[in-house]
C-alpha cells in the first residue's frame, strides 16, 4: 500500500527578504492574486481524500483560496524559533551573529532557544509518517515552505544540513509517495508557478 502526499506551499506574505522566522501574518493583497493566478491549475488537488494546512494564517488562507477547505494540522506548523521569533535572518544575525552562526552549522543547536532544525525535520517527518495508507490513497497539504524542505530531508532520508539547499517556491507543489520510513520524491512535469507579469 502506498499513500500520495502533495505539499502545496503557501502563498507568499511578504518579500523573500522581509521573511520573518514563524510568520503570522495573513495574505497581502500581493499572495491574494497570486492564489487567483495559481488557482486553476491547484483546484485538481482538492480530490484528495485528506486535505491540510499548517496553522499560519497564510497556509489557511491559501488553502482555503483553493477550495480545500484543510483541516489544521498542528504538527505541520513553522520550527519554533524562540526569541527570533518575527525577526528576518538579517536581524537575528545584527542580535547574535555568534549565535546564528552556530544554528546555521550544527542541526542540533537551539541558541534561540527554540526547537533545533533536526527535532523539527523529525516532527515534521513524524506527521507524513503517521498519515492513513490506504492503496492509492491521496493527500494535500498546504504548508510553509520551510515545513516542505523539513519533510523533503525527512522523506529522502537526506543529512540535515541538506534543508539548507532546498528552494520551495510559493504556491509550487511538492509529492511524495510512499508510507512509514519508505518515501520517494515524485515529480509530476510543469508545477503551477505564480505568474511573473
Known amino acids: 500500500m502506498s499513500l500520495r502526499v502533495t505539499f502545496v506551499a503557501a502563498a507568499r506574505s511578504s518579500p523573500l527578504l522581509a521573511e520573518r522566522f514563524e510568520d503570522d501574518r495573513p ?9 487567483q493566478r495559481v488557482a486553476g491549475g491547484l483546484l485538481l488537488l482538492a480530490v484528495a481524500e485528506l486535505r491540510y494546512c499548517s496553522p499560519t494564517p497564510r497556509s489557511r488562507a491559501t488553502g482555503d483560496a483553493l477550495g480545500y477547505a484543510p483541516l489544521v494540522q498542528p504538527a505541520l506548523r513553522d520550527c ?3 526569541r527570533w521569533r518575527g525577526l528576518t535572518l538579517g536581524e537575528a544575525m545584527a542580535r547574535e551573529p555568534e549565535a ?3 544554528w546555521l552549522a550544527d542541526p542540533r543547536a537551539t541558541p534561540h532557544g527554540g526547537e533545533s532544525l533536526l527535532a523539527f525535520i523529525s516532527r515534521v ?4 509518517d503517521t498519515r492513513p ?14 515545513v516542505i524542505r523539513a519533510a523533503l ?5 537526506a543529512p540535515p544540513s541538506t534543508y539548507w539547499n532546498i528552494d520551495v517556491r510559493p504556491l509550487s507543489t511538492t509529492t511524495v509517495t510512499g508510507r512509514a520510513g519508505r518515501w520517494n520524491l515524485r515529480f509530476d512535469g ?8
Open 27 to 35: 495574505l497581502d493583497q500581493a499572495g491574494w492574486d497570486e492564489v
Open 80 to 82: 519554533d524559533m524562540g
Open 100 to 102: 546564528v552562526d552556530a
Open 125 to 128: 517527518g513524524g506527521w507524513l
Open 133 to 146: 495508507v490506504e492503496d492509492g490513497g491521496r493527500v494535500v497539504a498546504v504548508a510553509e515552505p520551510s
Open 153 to 157: 530531508v525527512y522523506a529522502l532520508k
Open 190 to 197: 510543469a508545477s503551477a508557478q505564480p505568474s511573473r507579469a
